[in-house]
């Protein structure tokens, strides 16, 4: 089991930053994968970021060159947001996986992932 806990939400305005955070615990040596899902207000869940053990790092194209993925050696996962943009306002997830490379987890669907947080609302006003 994997439990997961987003921090780091918040409003900011058009063109600022946030960094969200995903503290982990539980069978982290299990886990292959680890990224970020939204939510955007009557849309379904996508993926943005997620990278693996293997090194690898996908993120949907509406946020590359604009955010970052990362994970530290206490296996707190990041999720680095600048320019951001009114359009990225939504609930966010951190999700991890035992099994999916992150490419596989990136591009969805949120059915296959295994572990989700609870989210961390960010909303950008402009």
């Known amino acids: 089991q994997v439990e997961l806990a987003e921090s780091g939400g918040g409003e900011v305005e058009a063109g600022g930053s946030l960094r969200l955070s995903c503290a982990t615990s539980?069978?982290?040596?299990?886990?292959?994968?680890m990224g970020w899902f939204r939510q955007r207000p009557g849309k379904p869940r996508m993926g943005v970021a997620a990278?693996?053990?293997?090194?690898?790092i996908s993120y949907t194209d509406s946020v590359k060159g604009r955010f970052t993925i990362s994970r530290d050696d206490k296996n707190i996962l990041y999720l680095q947001m600048n320019n951001l943009k009114p359009e990225d306002t939504a609930m966010y997830y951190c999700?991890?996986?035992?099994?999916?490379?992150?490419?596989?987890?990136?591009?969805?669907?949120?059915?296959?992932?295994?572990?989700w947080g609870q989210g961390v609302q960010v909303t950008v006003v402009s």
């Open positions: 999700v991890a996986d035992r099994f999916l490379r992150s490419s596989t987890v990136e591009r969805g669907p949120p059915s296959q992932v295994e572990y």
């Open positions: 990278l693996d053990r293997d090194g690898g």
């Open positions: 539980g069978n982290l040596d299990s886990v292959r994968s």
